[in-house]
């Protein structure tokens, strides 16, 4: 059976869907079959991002490793069948929900091996998590942990193994360090009440924003003439290497 990674997070602007593209297109790359479902059927922002792929590769005569994408339907349960059609060729699907609570996301979470959580460094984002007190101190889970927790339930009732779940710490700056410190220290506190890992993400770079439009990642420069990597591009690089490293999926082998 295909390992489900599911990237998650009840809140937009976290950077689900450059993590999903980066997480896929990396074990494609290392020659995993991927498949890719976008749960988000208003925005479709990783789905469009993985057209944008197709479209540059076939533009400009490339041949650029990229996940399978499949199709989600209609009915009750429209999240099965598109597993299905996928699962019997991939080793790995990654599933991107969107930024709010849907029955497809609920469903996704359920079906999770590892769950990955991005996470802007910020109280705000840290909410969905927890409650805090106005003093600091970690009052009980929120919304989005409740709903991870309903998720762990299911899967144990049904004998399945236990959810993986990592928090990514994304857009981590140099600046604020004490805010970092705080929210760090509130991080590492609520793992261990709740249950997850925490790992540095993606900084805030230009260059996302910048891949997006062509469809392209860290992982495709050198396949589009960029033969001399900045400084900022190998940190990057070496950012989605220890992602893929933290996530433990297993007979997985880093080798970019």
């Known amino acids: 059976m295909a390992h489900i990674i599911v ?8 950077g689900k869907s450059t993590t999903s593209m980066h997480v896929a297109t990396a074990l494609a790359r290392m020659g995993y079959r991927v498949g890719a479902l976008d749960l988000d059927v208003r925005q479709r922002s990783f789905a469009r991002y993985l057209e944008n792929r197709a479209a540059f590769a076939a533009r400009e005569g ?8 499949g199709t989600i339907g209609g009915g009750p349960d429209p999240l099965t069948p598109a597993l299905e059609a996928l699962e019997k060729e991939c080793d790995f699907i990654l599933l991107d929900c969107p930024g709010s609570h849907t029955r497809l996301s609920q469903m996704a979470h359920t079906l999770a091996d590892t769950l990955i959580t991005p ?5 705000i984002d840290f909410d969905l998590l927890a409650r805090m007190s106005p003093e600091g101190e970690i009052l009980g889970p929120s919304i989005y942990s409740e709903m991870v927790w309903n998720a762990r339930q299911l899967r144990g009732q049904a004998g399945a193994r236990p959810i993986d779940w990592l928090v990514l710490r994304n857009r981590l700056g140099t600046q604020q ?10 991080l590492a506190q609520l793992s261990r009440r709740i249950g997850f890992r925490v790992a ?33 591009h190998v940190a990057a690089r070496q950012e989605l290497r220890d992602l893929i490293n933290e996530l433990r999926l297993p007979e997985v082998t880093v080798s970019f």
């Open 7 to 14: 990237v998650g997070n009840e809140k937009g602007g976290s």
């Open 177 to 186: 360090m004490n805010n970092k410190r705080r929210v760090g220290g509130a």
């Open 62 to 69: 490339l041949r650029l490793p990229t996940p399978a994408i």
């Open 119 to 123: 996470l802007n460094d910020s109280f």
């Open 200 to 232: 540095p993400g993606f900084s805030e770079r230009v260059i996302f924003r910048e891949l997006f439009p062509r469809g392209l990642t860290l992982l495709d420069l050198k396949d589009i003439g960029v033969e001399s990597l900045s400084m900022s």
